[in-house]
């Protein structure tokens, strides 16, 4: 008899790939000798900040190999189901399978409980595939994701980020992660406004992957001419929804227009 | 050289098993897979809220059973982890209802021809096209055959009145809300009052929905509402007397003996013939 047909017990489906098809797991590969870090594409920041009855992720689109530019419009910002999504930092081809895992994850569980796993579960069961990456990491192949989700319990949006070890560390209202997340944190600490709208939440966030941009290297800009935006999405009561290209297009044209006049960015209040 | 003690040829042995399943799915409650214009309706006549008859298995597969509650739980675990390893291991779009049913067939051939006990188990297995035309709907039955089926399956307890009823009120292209009178009728035994919504477990696979997973379960005040729409929208037209019309076959099949050997037999059985798979 087929092997899915025994043992029925465990609702996690990471936990039965590691019996059935371990090769499969991002994390079973065994550990390269060296150090290979700068030859494979890195994908690098993303913001997240709460607004009222809901939270916002956003991610520029550059991965890097060293100082090569390896793709302009990589996707780094991921639904993972109804409620929430992650962003992925660090290395990309592990972070994209993790992904897809953690996603193929929540909804196994779904689909074999009938429930749907509360905030902190599903927050939990990412940060046990972290560390189940950690010695791939400690050869230069991490992957440092950061969670958000709509918490319907609380009616509000939840930010999680992790290291390298796992976590989860619950952020109260903006995180950023990747290279480029020290420029992005100064500019959401000075944008941010607590019990934003959901519009303005948006604002913050693509201001602060342009801080980011500006500085970090490693960190994509709006790209207005081949019209490669950064990845937006919104998740509230409602769901997850990614906004368009062009609802995009429409906010960096705005926040372009602003910086052309003042290159730094909106000023916030010294007093 | 002497026949062992206990020997029972492997004809009888096949044929008390099918026998001892077909008792076993009988004595449940019935179950109904429907096309209808914008996808496939599932019903079962459930008394649990918590234990279904009717899951979710991928995107735009769905599944109902009847018979043996943790017999065909764990053939729906099975199916969720054979779905989601390959649509893991190469893409969502890989995954397909034809595959699943294959699986299922296997395992269910295995347990019937090794086990002391075959599973008490009747299924379906359906996935939902981009048109009706592309709509597949697979019955599996406790030895393993499939069949390939097309509009509306009755399974379980009194399959053979229910399918006889559904078939009177099934035709093609239905809106959801007739096909859910069509099952509700199927499943009401003439005489009776149709089951209680509380006692309905209702999922659709709708082509039209805007997300990747098509599967949905209608419950509480959505259910209701549709079941009225369906009512009010089926009296004006005069099939009002449809109560009365059912009710002399009705006279005829409910106090009749379970179907021991019901006329139009399950596609395949130890006297019949041995999977036909029906693809031809």
Not at chain 1, 185 to 207: F, H, I, M, P
Not at chain 2, 32 to 52: C, E, F, P
Not at chain 2, 214 to 220: E, H, M, N, P, Q
Request: net charge negative; proline share 7%.
């Amino acid at each position: 008899m087929s092997p899915m047909m025994l043992d029925t017990g465990s609702p996690s489906f990471t936990e039965f790939l590691s019996s059935y098809a371990p090769h499969l797991l991002p994390w079973r590969r065994g550990v390269p000798a060296e150090p290979v870090g700068d030859q494979i594409p890195h994908a690098t920041t993303i913001v997240a900040a709460t607004f009222a009855g809901g939270v916002v992720m956003a991610g520029d689109r550059r991965a890097t190999s060293g100082n090569m530019i390896s793709q302009r419009d990589i996707e780094k910002v991921f639904r993972t189901d109804e409620y929430s999504c992650v962003g992925i930092a660090g290395t990309a081809s592990i972070g994209i399978e993790l992904a897809r895992l953690y996603c193929v994850e929540l909804e196994h569980y779904e689909k074999r409980e009938g429930r749907v796993l509360s905030a902190e579960g599903k927050a939990n069961r990412l940060a046990t595939m972290i560390r189940g990456n950690l010695p791939m990491a400690m050869q230069g192949l991490a992957v440092v994701p950061m969670f958000v989700a709509y918490d319907p319990d609380r009616g509000e949006g939840r930010i999680f980020s992790y290291d390298v070890g796992g976590g989860p560390y619950e952020q109260k209202n903006y995180a950023a992660i990747g290279s480029g997340s020290i420029f992005a944190r100064g500019a959401l600490k000075k944008l941010y406004r607590e019990n934003a709208s959901a519009e303005d939440t948006v604002l913050v966030c693509l201001q602060a992957l342009y801080d980011a941009a500006d500085d970090d290297a490693a960190t994509g800009g709006p790209d207005v001419y081949r019209q490669i935006y950064p990845v937006v999405a919104v998740i509230d009561e409602e769901g997850f929804r990614r906004l368009s290209d062009e609802e995009v297009e429409a906010h960096v044209r705005s926040l372009l227009e602003g910086r052309s006049q003042s290159p730094d960015g909106p000023h916030a209040p010294l007093r | 050289m002497s026949i062992p003690f206990g020997y029972v040829p492997a004809e009888q042995q096949m044929r008390d098993k099918a026998d001892y399943a077909r008792k076993g799915i009988a004595r449940g409650r019935s179950s109904v897979v429907l096309q209808y214009d914008n996808g496939i309706l599932l019903v079962a006549h459930n008394a649990s809220r918590a234990l279904h008859k009717i899951s979710e298995i991928y995107d735009r597969i769905g599944f109902a059973a009847v018979g043996r509650y943790n017999e065909f739980e764990a053939l729906r675990l099975a199916g969720i982890r054979y779905a989601d390893i390959n649509g893991y291991s190469y893409d969502r779009a890989d995954v397909t209802g034809r595959g699943l049913a294959n699986f299922y067939a296997q395992q269910l051939g295995m347990i019937f021809t090794d086990s002391i006990k075959p599973f008490e188990v009747e299924i379906v297995v359906a996935e939902v096209g981009n048109t009706p035309e592309e709509d597949q709907i697979y019955r599996l039955t406790f030895d393993g055959s499939v069949q390939d089926e097309h509009g509306a399956i009755a399974m379980g307890g009194q399959a053979d009145a229910v399918a006889a009823r559904l078939k009177d009120h099934y035709r093609e292209g239905m809106t959801l809300e007739e096909a859910l009178q069509a099952a509700l009728a199927a499943l009401t035994e003439p005489g009776n009052e149709p089951p209680p919504t509380s006692q309905l477990e209702v999922a659709i696979l709708d082509r039209t929905r805007p997300l990747q997973r098509k599967f949905l379960r209608l419950t509480g005040r959505r259910l209701e509402r549709l079941i009225e729409a369906g009512r009010k929208a089926a009296e004006p037209s005069g099939e009002g007397g449809e109560a009365a019309t059912g009710g002399p076959e009705a006279q005829a099949t409910p106090p009749a003996t379970p179907p021991a050997t019901p006329p139009t037999a399950p596609p395949t059985a130890p006297e019949g013939e041995i999977d036909t798979g029906s693809g031809e």
